[in-house]
C-alpha cells in the first residue's frame, strides 16, 4: 500500500491547485479523480467552455451588428458554423485539462483514475472498473465540488430539460430556450444563445437577476438585456415543466398569483447548484456534512476530523473557481506549519456576459442592513473616451466608502472588461484604501480603468471631472 501525506479527491480549481501547493511544500502527494479527464466542472463543463462559448457568440454578433458602423463589409450572408463552434469549444478544453496534466507530472503528483471513498479516516479505496485499490494518506482534502440543482418536480432528461452541462454541448441552437433561473450560468448561456438566434426567456424566482449583487448592477444588466433581446419573467414561479416530443412547457404563476406558461424547445435549468459527495463515504471517516450536504468545516477548513479538509464548493460559501483555489492554498500551507488567511468578503463576484459585471466587498443593500453609514460615488463608462472609441458605453462603476473614514467597503462594476478590472478594487481593499486613495492614483488614458479613478473622485468629494 503507498503512503502519502496528502491525497486530494477532486480535480477541480480547487483539488489541482490544493494538490500543487502541497506538492511545492514538500509532500507527497496524489490526487483522485473519477473522470478521464483532470480540472473538474470548472475546466470541463464550466468556466471555461462556457467562456468559449460566450467569446465565439460575441465574434457572431459582432460580425452581425456592429462591423458596419466600425466600416468593416463582409460581402454575402454571415453565417453560423455551430458544429466547428462546438468544436472549437472542446479544443479549448482538451488544451487546458492537457495543461493540467503537465502541472501534475511537473510537479511529480500521483494522479489516481477512479472513484475515492474512505474506507477510514486515513485509507482512500480508489474503485475503477469494478477493481479497488487502497491508498494510506496521513491528511486528506475533500474537493469533490459541486453538480447542478433542480426542482424537486422536474425530471431532468439531459436532451430537451437540460442544466448547463447539456447546454453547453447541444447539437443545433435551439428556437426557443426557457432558462429557470436568473443568475449567473443562466444568463450567460441564455446570451450565448440569444446572440445566435434563439429566443430567449428568463423566468426568475426573485423580483430581480443576479439578486446576490448590487441592485444597481441587476437594473443595469437588466436593461442591456432586454435591449439584446432576452424576455424576462420576474417573480415568478415555477411550479411544473413537462415535455411531449421536442416540445417543453414551463408553468409558472407570476406575482399576482395568475399561473402563466411558456412554450420552447429546450428548457435550461440554472436554479443554483449543490454540493456533492455522492460516493464518499464520508461516515466511514466520520466526517460530518449539514442539512444541505455541504461538508461541515472549521475556520480552518478542518472537518469534524482533524486530518481531513475540505474546500471549494462542497463547503459553504461562494461557488466560485477562484474561491475553492484559494482555499486549497490555505490548506496547504497549514499543514506546512503556515499561518495564511482568507479575507472572504474580498472575492470578486463576476458574470461573464457583456457587458460583464464584477463585484467585490459589500452591496449597498446589505451596508444598509447593517447599519453602516457610507457615501456613494458612480461613474457612467459613457463618459469614457475608450468606451466610446470601442463602442461599448453600457455600465458604470461604483464606489462604497465609510461615511467617516473614507475606507472602500464595496466596488461594483457594469461593463466592458471589469472582469479584469475588478482586481483593481480587490487589491485596494486588501491594502484598506480610501476612496482619495484611488482618486488621487494616475490612470491611464484612454482606458476603461478610468471609470474607477472618476468613480472614486465622485465618492471622495463628488468631484468627478468627466460627468
Avoid at 211 to 227: F, I, R, Y
Avoid at 270 to 281: C, E, F, M, Q
Amino acid at each position: 500500500m503507498t503512503h502519502y501525506d496528502v491525497a486530494v479527491i477532486g480535480s477541480g480549481p480547487g483539488g489541482y491547485v490544493a494538490a500543487i501547493r502541497c506538492a511545492q511544500l514538500g509532500m507527497k502527494t496524489a490526487i483522485i479523480e473519477k473522470y478521464n479527464t483532470l480540472g473538474g466542472t470548472c475546466l470541463n463543463v464550466g468556466c471555461i467552455p462556457s467562456k468559449a462559448l460566450l467569446d465565439s457568440s460575441h465574434h457572431y454578433e459582432d460580425a452581425m451588428h456592429h462591423f458596419e458602423e466600425h466600416g468593416i463589409e463582409i460581402p454575402g450572408d454571415i453565417k453560423i458554423n455551430f458544429q466547428k463552434m462546438i468544436e472549437r469549444k472542446a479544443s479549448v478544453v482538451e488544451q487546458t485539462t492537457k495543461g493540467i496534466d503537465f502541472l501534475m507530472t511537473k510537479n511529480k503528483i500521483d494522479v489516481f483514475t477512479g472513484i475515492g471513498s474512505f474506507k477510514d479516516a486515513t485509507h482512500i479505496d480508489i474503485t475503477s472498473e469494478g477493481k479497488t485499490q487502497t491508498i494510506e494518506a496521513k491528511n486528506t482534502i475533500i474537493a469533490t465540488g459541486s453538480k447542478p440543482s433542480t426542482l424537486p418536480f422536474i425530471k431532468i432528461d439531459k436532451e430537451r430539460i437540460i442544466t448547463s452541462t447539456e447546454a453547453l454541448s447541444l447539437s443545433e441552437i435551439p428556437k426557443h430556450l426557457i432558462v429557470i433561473g436568473g443568475g449567473v450560468i443562466g444568463l450567460e448561456l441564455g446570451q450565448v444563445y440569444r446572440r445566435l438566434g434563439a429566443e430567449v426567456s428568463v423566468v426568475e424566482y426573485m423580483d430581480r437577476i443576479i439578486p446576490t449583487m448590487d441592485g444597481a448592477q441587476s437594473k443595469e444588466l437588466l436593461k442591456v438585456m432586454k435591449k439584446q433581446g432576452v424576455k424576462f419573467y420576474l417573480s415568478h414561479k415555477v411550479s411544473a415543466v413537462e415535455r411531449k416530443g421536442n416540445e417543453v412547457t414551463v408553468t409558472a404563476s407570476d406575482k399576482k398569483g395568475d399561473t402563466v406558461s411558456f412554450t420552447g424547445d429546450y428548457c435550461l435549468v440554472s436554479v443554483g447548484r449543490r454540493a456533492y459527495t455522492d460516493g464518499l463515504k464520508l461516515e466511514n471517516a466520520g466526517v460530518s456534512a449539514n442539512e444541505r450536504g455541504q461538508v461541515n468545516v472549521n475556520d480552518h477548513l478542518q472537518t469534524n476530523v482533524a486530518n481531513v479538509y475540505a474546500i471549494g464548493d462542497v463547503i459553504r460559501g461562494a461557488m466560485l473557481a477562484h474561491k475553492a483555489e484559494e482555499e486549497g492554498v490555505l490548506v496547504a500551507e497549514i499543514l506546512a506549519g503556515q499561518k495564511p488567511h482568507i479575507n472572504y468578503n474580498l472575492i470578486p463576484g463576476v458574470v461573464y456576459t457583456w457587458p460583464e459585471v464584477a463585484s467585490v466587498g459589500k452591496t449597498e443593500e446589505q451596508l444598509k442592513d447593517e447599519g453602516v453609514s457610507y457615501k456613494v460615488g458612480q461613474f457612467p463608462m459613457r463618459a469614457l473616451g475608450r468606451s466610446r472609441a470601442s463602442g461599448d458605453t453600457d455600465g458604470f462603476v461604483k464606489i462604497l466608502a465609510d461615511a467617516k473614514t473614507d475606507e472602500i467597503l464595496g466596488v461594483h462594476m457594469v461593463g466592458a472588461r471589469v472582469a479584469d478590472l475588478i482586481t483593481e478594487a480587490v487589491t485596494a481593499m486588501e491594502f484598506r484604501a480610501s476612496a482619495e486613495d484611488l482618486a488621487r492614483m494616475s490612470h491611464a488614458h484612454p482606458t476603461y480603468a478610468e471609470a474607477v479613478k472618476e468613480a472614486a473622485l465622485d465618492a471622495t468629494d463628488k468631484r468627478a471631472l468627466h460627468f
